[in-house]
């Protein structure tokens, strides 16, 4: 399991196109990636729920990815936040 830390960038925080990024990129890979912001975990494949999570800029998202290539699948996770939020 990796687990790391990303402090939302984007004035507009989560909104549409970079919730849809990080749906589809989550959905494309097979480690298990989840997203917790503030009390609230939700399943990274999840549009809705991410969605939901409501994360402002300046909040602070926590990631996990579990399972085959996690490490690889990390780092271009962090990328995919980086370029969209």
Known sequence: MVEFAYVIQGHAGLHARPVAMICSFARTHEPAITLTC???????????????????QGDEL????????EVAVARDFRQVLEENL
């Open 38 to 56: 503030g009390n609230q975990t939700v399943a990274g494949d999840d549009i809705m729920g991410v969605m939901g999570l409501n994360g402002c």
């Open 62 to 69: 926590r990631v996990t990815v579990d399972g085959p290539n």
